[in-house]
């Protein structure tokens, strides 16, 4: 018998960014508001060039060095 995904909803919730079918595309809005004010905070440069999967990744890292997101 198998799981069915509805008895574990966030199971599947967290994909690797590099699998996401939309990665390459330009990031959200949200993802660039966010990711400068990490950013600002970490005394890093905004790079609003970055894709939607790298944004995500670049936000993971900046949220260890800022300590949000924890």
């Known amino acids: 018998m198998t799981d069915n995904p509805k008895d574990h909803p966030t199971g599947n919730a967290e994909k690797n960014p590099d699998d996401w079918t939309t990665g390459g595309e330009a990031m959200t809005g949200a993802q660039a508001s966010y990711l400068k004010t990490l950013s600002e905070e970490a005394g890093e ?16 890292e900046l949220q260890g060095k800022t300590g949000r997101g924890q």
């Open 45 to 60: 440069e905004f790079d609003d060039t970055l894709s939607k999967a790298d944004a995500s990744k670049k936000i993971d």
